[in-house]
């Protein structure tokens, strides 16, 4: 009878859904295109103790297919992207996954539409800051980047203007905009940035 019972054992185990006793950190680096947001985030899985997950944005443009898609149509499917991106990454945090998150909330919608899907308590918000002429000579020298596009997010990624920590990077190297980072995680004062952001938001009917 013990030998019959082992395989309706293995069955209850392999049909359960493991536990998450917490959600995970995320460490959301907001900064507009060519911030060296990829660096910092980089420099910071060196750094971080324990297990860590990057996550950019621009990973998830990368998987697309298909046709070509018309200028008419670009910012809805830019736009559906995002949204699909910030459900990856509520899922992901609510797995217990800590996460390094690499993404500019150059629109209005994508910091509410986080607020609210990620735990606040749980969410570093890091301004990733550059001057404009350095971010428009770091995209001239790349050339991967659509001339103009930081210029085009230069006011929009900060305009909520409250974050949990800032760095420059045009004075800190992305080693060191990380070690700051990390320097400040275990003594990050509470309420978090988008606690206070989650509160203070405008009502929407």
């Given at each position: 009878m013990a030998s019959e019972a082992v395989p309706e054992i293995a069955d209850a185990l392999?049909?359960?859904?493991?536990?998450?006793?917490?959600?995970?950190?995320?460490?959301?680096?907001?900064?507009?295109?060519?911030s060296g947001k990829t660096s910092i985030a980089r420099a910071l899985l060196d750094r971080l103790d324990g297990t860590w997950f990057h996550m950019p944005v621009d990973a998830f443009h990368a998987l697309r297919g298909g046709q070509e898609i018309a200028d008419d149509d670009l910012q809805a499917e830019i736009d559906r992207t995002a949204k699909g991106f910030h459900r990856a990454v509520a899922?992901?945090?609510?797995?217990?996954?800590?996460?390094?998150?690499?993404?500019?909330?150059?629109?209005?919608?994508?910091?509410?539409?986080l607020l609210d899907l990620l735990v606040p308590e749980d969410?570093?918000?890091?301004?990733?800051?550059?001057?404009?002429?350095?971010?428009?000579?770091?995209?001239?020298?790349?050339?991967?980047?659509?001339?103009?596009?930081?210029?085009?997010?230069y006011a929009?990624?900060?305009?909520?203007?409250?974050?949990?920590?800032?760095?420059?990077t045009s004075v800190r190297t992305p080693s060191e905009c990380a070690r700051h980072i990390h320097e400040f995680l275990p003594h990050r004062p509470r309420p978090t940035a988008f606690e206070t952001l989650r509160r203070t938001r405008p009502r929407q009917d």
């Open positions: 392999h049909a359960r859904i493991p536990d998450t006793p917490a959600g995970g950190t995320v460490i959301l680096l907001n900064g507009t295109s060519s899922g992901m945090a609510a797995g217990g996954n800590n996460l390094v998150v690499d993404y500019p909330l150059s629109r209005r919608w994508r910091l509410l539409d969410t570093v918000l890091v301004a990733v800051r550059c001057p404009l002429p350095e971010l428009n000579r770091r995209e001239a020298e790349r050339g991967d980047r659509s001339p103009g596009l930081a210029a085009l997010q929009q990624v900060h305009a909520h203007g409250l974050h949990d920590i800032d760095v420059d």
